[in-house]
């Protein structure tokens, strides 16, 4: 317990300067979906894989939004049960949530460090690789949750439920299925002065939850725009990266 209050205070400390990212851009970024079987008019899997690195020596600025589009899909929520952002948040916990709500599990790498001081060479930073959950929180509604697992999913002094579940939405527009995943301040910004760099997102979906609808001249484009900024409140930057798998 002390080391965790130790380090905490050490994190929290190290503030006073804003953030000073390059303006000619805040961070890179890959994104990677794959789906099992790619097939149109079936059930399939969706397995998402991101990456993201900050730009001129300094750790990836905070992100604030994640919007992926694919081409063809639709989700299958009739039937499936809910759990809700509130009972999360009221438990701290998302161990009370029925299994079957459960759509999406898989983790991050992210680092904590001072605001203070961005770059990606500053000692005083630790790792934060929790597990994430997701779950379909009914009306078109994704419910996010990190979970803390010793030894491999820890993250500092942040444990299970003190990253408070967050709310994404998923519709569909045309033949396009739109998730727009907004991150509020306490997942970027988890402790007074200190924020969370992500470096890596891999989350599989469930079979269930997915469905192929259609394809376009046997392939399915996808996009993802990456949304940050470089301390709260600033002028925020979207990169969109873009790709395609095959679809039969």
Known sequence: MRRIVVIATALAVLVGAVSAYAASGLNTYTAKIGFSPNKAKSALGLTENYTATGNNGNRTAPLTDIKTKVYGLKVNVNGRPTCSQAKIANAHSDAGCPKGALIATGSITAILG????????????????????????????????????????????????????????????????????????????????????????????????????????????????????????????????????KCS
């Open 114 to 245: 001072p605001v203070s001081d961005p770059s990606a060479s500053s000692t005083a930073t630790i790792p934060c690789n929790p597990i994430l959950h997701a779950w379909n929180g009914g009306s078109g509604k994704i419910v996010f949750f990190f979970v803390d697992q010793a030894p491999a999913h820890t993250c500092g002094p942040i444990q299970t439920g003190g990253v408070p579940p967050f709310v994404g939405t998923v519709k569909t527009v045309g033949k396009m299925l739109v998730q727009d995943t907004p991150l509020p301040p306490y997942v970027s910004f988890p402790i007074t002065g200190v924020e969370g760099s992500l470096t890596s997102e891999t989350l599989h979906y469930s079979k269930t939850y997915h469905s192929s609808v259609a394809c376009t001249k046997g392939k399915r484009p996808y996009s993802v725009s990456f949304t940050a900024e470089s301390a709260p409140g600033s002028a925020p930057e979207t990169q969109t990266v873009s790709g395609t798998q």
